[in-house]
T-cell receptor, first 114, second 111 residues
Framework: DTGVSQDPRHKITKRGQNVTFRCDPI?????LYWYRQTLGQGPEFLTY????????KSRLLSDRFSAERPKGSFSTLEIQRTEQGDSAMYLC????????????FGPGTRLTVL | TQLLEQSPQFLSIQEGENLTVYCNSS?????LQWYRQEPGEGPVLLVT?????EVKKLKRLTFQFGDARKDSSLHITAAQPGDTGLYLC???????????FGIGTKLQVIP
């Protein structure tokens, strides 16, 4: 399967714990995005990488959130000191650096903070 | 801030009926994508429209981009239960083509 993959698919954690999610984009895609989606809403942009450079972060991304893409391939999203409000689906997408920026999504990681 | 409004938010129809869902904005987009998302999964890209007035067909689905590139519609002919899902529109603009998503239309097709 050469699509975008995310790991884990589901994560249940207690409030205050740290969690880390991984995204492996389509191999030739140089752009990588993280989104958060809550029930009944569309995906909300969190952050964007072009190769290994993080070029934009949403105001939604508090200091407890950090994302990396160390070698311009896979990316990790870490949430420190999780809160119940962090419960959501975290989606990763990748795209080629083309004019129309069609994004291809992974299956998401469902986070539940108890 | 670019906003995309989708309507209706919920739609429940019988198999075989036709339907149209809408995606509207006050902003101009250089391209607009439609995605379909099933519960617990990521969105799957259906189509990209880029030219004002453009019409694209994907089997029973017809997508149209408004002349001013501010709005779009998705028409489904003879809906089937397999069409059930959340339909999201997403507009791209800006230097690196930041994508803004609408809230989605949740479609249920009843057999």
């Amino acid at each position: 399967d050469t699509g975008v993959s995310q790991d884990p698919r589901h994560k249940i954690t207690k409030r205050g714990q740290n969690v880390t999610f991984r995204c492996d984009p389509i191999s030739e895609h140089n752009r990588l995005y993280w989104y958060r989606q809550t029930l009944g809403q569309g995906p909300e942009f969190l952050t964007y990488f072009q190769n290994e450079a993080q070029l934009e972060k949403s105001r939604l991304l508090s200091d407890r959130f950090s994302a990396e893409r160390p070698k311009g391939s896979f990316s990790t999203l870490e949430i420190q000191r999780t809160e119940q409000g962090d419960s959501a689906m975290y989606l990763c997408a990748s795209s080629l650096n083309t004019r129309y920026n069609e994004q291809f999504f992974g299956p998401g990681t469902r986070l539940t903070v108890l | 801030t670019q906003l995309l409004e989708q309507s209706p938010q919920f739609l429940s129809i019988q198999e075989g009926e036709n339907l149209t869902v809408y995606c509207n904005s006050s902003s101009v987009f250089s391209s607009l994508q439609w995605y379909r998302q099933e519960p617990g999964e990521g969105p799957v890209l259906l189509v990209t429209v880029v030219t004002g007035g453009e019409v694209k067909k994907l089997k029973r689905l017809t997508f149209q981009f408004g002349d001013a590139r501010k709005d779009s519609s998705l028409h489904i002919t003879a809906a089937q239960p397999g069409d059930t899902g959340l339909y999201l529109c997403a507009g791209s603009s800006g230097g690196y083509q930041k994508v803004t998503f609408g809230i989605g239309t949740k479609l249920q097709v009843i057999p």
